[in-house]
């Protein structure tokens, strides 16, 4: 079992920007690649940016792409996702999710946080 447990969500001035974390625990959580999913009122959940295990490789979806920034600490128990720039249409709660492998799709992720809200006013 992996554990996630996500935070630095928040209210920001569009045009700003937040970091959000994502420490994950239990048996082998380095081992797993990482990604961000987020979920805006009344949307489908999309994916944001994930990175593999060893941080080596990453990948973006469209929504943050040039704006946001996932990391990986040298441990790799902990995940980071640097926006800058936001806009109204990034309020959403963020999720983080672990799996075996590089992947945009969530039904590729075994593991979920619970969440954290970034709320981006205009």
């Known amino acids: 079992q992996v554990q996630l447990v996500e935070s630095g969500g928040g209210l920001v001035q569009a045009g700003g920007s937040l970091r959000l974390s994502c420490v994950a625990s239990?048996?082998?959580?380095?081992?797993?690649?990482m990604g961000w999913f987020r979920q805006g009122s009344g949307r489908e959940r999309e994916f944001v940016a994930a990175?593999?295990?060893?941080?080596?490789?990453?990948y973006y979806g469209k929504v943050g792409k040039g704006r946001f920034t996932i990391s990986r600490d040298n441990a790799g128990n902990t995940i980071y996702l640097q926006m800058n720039d936001l806009e109204p249409e990034d309020a959403a709660v963020y999720y983080c999710?672990?799996?075996?492998?590089?992947?945009?799709?969530?039904?590729?992720?075994?593991?979920w946080g619970q969440g954290t809200q970034v709320i981006v006013s205009a």
């Open positions: 999710a672990a799996g075996p492998s590089l992947d945009l799709a969530d039904f590729a992720y075994e593991y």
């Open positions: 239990g048996r082998a959580a380095s081992d797993y690649a």
């Open positions: 990175i593999s295990w060893g941080g080596s490789a990453t």
